[in-house]
């Protein structure tokens, strides 16, 4: 999804964990790590492998989030967009 608006999550990985990189692209993905790391520092699982939700169920679990439509605010997300973002996080 960041590559929708990369200066945008450039500059939430500038303001939020002081990431200094000065390339929009390379500042974007240090912060989606940092977050990541973020989480995993609260015990959170950042996998769907590690938090045991089956592969099987990604269409499943797709389609019914997207009953009423696609989702998001930032970018409209089909079921199909969200099958390949549980692939991307496994």
């Not at 990431?19 to 015990?43: P, R, W």
């Not at 938090?51 to 009953?67: G, H, N, S, Y």
């Amino acid at each position: 999804v960041y590559r929708h608006n990369v200066p945008l999550f450039a500059r939430y990985s500038r303001k939020v964990y002081d990431v200094s990189i000065e390339d929009d692209e390379k500042a974007a993905l240090e912060g989606i790590k940092k977050t990541q790391a973020f989480f995993e520092s609260l015990g959170a699982e950042t996998s769907l492998v590690k938090a045991k939700v089956p592969t099987d169920k990604f269409e499943f679990l797709a389609k019914r989030a997207t009953l009423r439509g696609p989702l998001g605010q930032f970018v409209k997300l089909t079921a199909s967009d969200i099958v390949k973002i549980y692939e991307l996080a496994r």
